[in-house]
Structures are given as structure tokens and as C-alpha cells.
């Protein structure tokens, strides 16, 4: 267990309506990531956090969606306007596990919250 | 941008073989390669990593080899057992021009199945 949680753990939506996930990573982790993975591939980054700031953004993070991580705390991922190809794997990432060092190189993953939208 | 190729993407072997799983990569300034092992249904589990001053590293059963000049790098399994079995992902990531992030790619998955 890395001490990452991620809520809810699943989440069937409509499509056209807007969702939104939170991550709770270790308090003492200054760094997240957020990415996302489809059936049968592996995951693809979304974006980075280091504390508050947000700084970095991948070309697959259209204007539907939206991270925030107020007071560099826990990070919320919206996604507006839902389609069916959202519908995946939303894991968060923290470079360091409950009780570890923070790393540099590694991260660790929550257990995702899977998005279905119908 | 980064580009991670992997294969095979399915490997089924005996319990007791070795198994093995290649990856290259394009950007040679890729400096930090992990490997995960996904379980079905689960998140992807850190199991190995290796960064580019190194050639090999072992873990117990598990070992990573790599290659810069080749831009490859390898997962080495020795005496599979059943609970091995899993999806395994490479990665490749290099440090950021802006802050300290560094974000993996991915490869497409290896599914490794050990027969009893």
C-alpha cells in the first residue's frame, strides 16, 4: 500500500455530464501526477503538480479537463462535458510511499478511480 | 516527444523457465527506466527501476538490464512461479525543463502468464 487514496473508486456517468476525482497523496509529497489509462495499455501522463503549482500539461489534457491542488494537499481532476472516450483508469502518482523517502525518480500509484461513461 | 516500444506483448512460459521482456526507447536523454507489474484490476506496482549510470541491477528474482548506446533496457525474471503472472509495463522518463517533474511513457504491457 503506497498511503495514496483515490475517490470514489468507480464512477458510471452519462455522457455529457461532468465528473470529478480527488487524490489524497501523502501529506509530506510535495509532487503528483496524474495520469490515465485505457483497457490494455499503459498509462499516459495528464499532468504534474509540484505543491499548488501546476507544471506541466499534456497535449492530452484538452480544455474538458481540469486539475487543481489547492494548498499542494489533496488534487481534484474534473472533466467537463463527458464522452465516451473518457472512460478509463484515473490514477494518481506521488514520488514517495506512507513511511518512505521521499524520490526523485520513482513514483507510486493510488489505486485509481475507473471511469465509465455510458 | 518520448517513444517506448515493448515486446513480446504476451509471454506465456513454464513455472521454474526464465522470462524476458525488451524495451527501447527514442530520446536518448531518458536517464531513469522502472518497471511495473499490474495485477487485474489493480494499480501498477513498482518492481524494479534502473537509471542510466548503471547496466544491471538485481533484485532477488528480477533484474534489469540496459543498453544507452542501444537505447534498449530489459526485465530478466528467473524461477517464474504462477504469481508472477501479470501485466508488466517498462517506462522511460528524463528530467523536465521545468521543474522537478519527470513523467513516465509507457510501454504497451507484456502479459505474462507462468503455467503450473
Known amino acids: 500500500d503506497t498511503g495514496v487514496s483515490q475517490n470514489p473508486r468507480h464512477k458510471i456517468t452519462k455522457r455529457g455530464q461532468n465528473v470529478t476525482f480527488r487524490c489524497d497523496p501523502i501529506?509530506?509529497?510535495?509532487?503528483l501526477y496524474w495520469y490515465r489509462q485505457t483497457l490494455g495499455q499503459g498509462p499516459e501522463f495528464l499532468t504534474y503538480?509540484?505543491?499548488?503549482?501546476?507544471?506541466?500539461k499534456s497535449r492530452l489534457l484538452s480544455d474538458r479537463f481540469s486539475a487543481e491542488r489547492p494548498k499542494g494537499s489533496f488534487s481534484t481532476l474534473e472533466i467537463q462535458r463527458t464522452e465516451q472516450g473518457d472512460s478509463a483508469m484515473y490514477l494518481c502518482?506521488?514520488?514517495?510511499?506512507?513511511?518512505?523517502?521521499?524520490?526523485?525518480?520513482?513514483?507510486?500509484f493510488g489505486p485509481g478511480t475507473r471511469l465509465t461513461v455510458l | 516527444g518520448e517513444n517506448v516500444e515493448q515486446h513480446p506483448s504476451t509471454l506465456s512460459v513454464q513455472e521454474g523457465d526464465s522470462a524476458v521482456i525488451k524495451c527501447t526507447y527514442s530520446d536518448s536523454a531518458s536517464n531513469y527506466f522502472p518497471w511495473y507489474k499490474q495485477e487485474l484490476g489493480k494499480r501498477p506496482q513498482l518492481i524494479i527501476d534502473?537509471?542510466?549510470?548503471?547496466g544491471e541491477k538485481k533484485d532477488q528474482r528480477i533484474a534489469v538490464t540496459l543498453n544507452k548506446t542501444a537505447k534498449h533496457f530489459s526485465l530478466h525474471i528467473t524461477e517464474t512461479q504462477p504469481e508472477d503472472s501479470a501485466v508488466y509495463f517498462c517506462a522511460a522518463s528524463k528530467p523536465s525543463s521545468r521543474g522537478s517533474a519527470r513523467q513516465l511513457t509507457f510501454g504497451s504491457g507484456t502479459q505474462l502468464t507462468v503455467l503450473p
Open positions: 534502473i537509471r542510466s549510470n548503471v
Open positions: 501529506s509530506e509529497h510535495n509532487r
Open positions: 502518482a506521488t514520488p514517495g510511499v506512507a513511511g518512505g523517502p521521499s524520490s526523485y525518480n520513482e513514483q507510486f
Open positions: 503538480f509540484q505543491n499548488e503549482a501546476q507544471l506541466e
